[in-house]
T-cell receptor, first 111, second 116 residues
Framework: LAKTTQPISMDSYEGQEVNITCSHNNIATNDYITWYQQFPSQGPRFIIQGYKTKVTNEVASLFIPADRKSSTLSLPRVSLSDTAVYYCLVGDLRGYSTLTFGKGTMLLVSP | GAVVSQHPSRVICKSGTSVKIECRSLDFQATTMFWYRQFPKKSLMLMATSNEGSKATYEQGVEKDKFLINHASLTLSTLTVTSAHPEDSSFYIC????????????FGPGTRLTVT
């Protein structure tokens, strides 16, 4: 599975857009990129998943450049409740492959 | 949809006893379930993968005789921590995946185990 690198932490203020970038230099052709959010003492929650270009859903956007060696999770107008750890994962999800969680990015949103 | 539950949410047990944690997929059939362990301020670490009706596959370093996993049906997997010790105290999280949602794993809320 491709290893991922993310910033350990990020700070933001309410109402701002937050972009969290993840590096995955050795991503394979069949690998997808998935982002999860985790609050303390809770299980991770699926945010978004993509393979290339841009994916958008009701909570976030995922930008993936042509070389797919990195990806950026974009959270529009964050609120205090977006304070959480965000994990970027890369893996072949065609079957039931395992997920390897990195250290994640701790996002702190302040008033 | 895609809801995964765990029971209990918290459990405290004494050293030497065994504890069973249940993981259920409430609205879909989970052919595969995964068990993770998370220590404070650390990331999730995969312990084992279980497919319905077959033996679990354990990650390196995880004792299969200590962490018994049973996946008897398409909606239920159990993790039993046998002869628990204080160092087994952790946050245990399961996730489930199905044929229709093979691109996504849905995680349970986790179980906080404290061994005294």
């Amino acid at each position: 599975l491709a290893k991922t690198t993310q910033p350990i932490s990020m700070d933001s203020y309410e109402g701002q857009e937050v972009n969290i970038t993840c590096s995955h230099n050795n991503i394979a052709t069949n690998d997808y990129i998935t982002w999860y959010q985790q609050f303390p003492s809770q299980g991770p929650r699926f945010i978004i998943q993509g393979y290339k270009t841009k994916v958008t859903n009701e909570v976030a956007s995922l930008f993936i450049p042509a070389d797919r060696k990195s990806s950026t999770l974009s959270l529009p107008r964050v609120s205090l409740s977006d304070t959480a750890v965000y994990y970027c994962l890369v893996g072949d999800l065609r079957g039931y492959s395992t997920l390897t969680f990195g250290k994640g990015t701790m996002l702190l949103v302040s008033p | 949809g895609a809801v995964v539950s765990q029971h209990p949410s918290r459990v405290i047990c004494k050293s030497g006893t065994s504890v069973k944690i249940e993981c259920r997929s409430l609205d879909f059939q989970a052919t595969t379930m995964f068990w993770y362990r998370q220590f404070p301020k650390k990331s999730l670490m995969l312990m084992a993968t279980s497919n319905e009706g077959s033996k679990a596959t354990y990650e390196q370093g995880v004792e299969k005789d200590k962490f018994l996993i049973n996946h008897a049906s398409l909606t239920l997997s159990t993790l039993t921590v046998t002869s628990a010790h204080p160092e087994d105290s952790s946050f245990y999280i399961c996730s489930a995946s199905s044929n229709r949602r093979s691109y996504e794993q849905y995680f349970g809320p986790g179980t906080r185990l404290t061994v005294t």
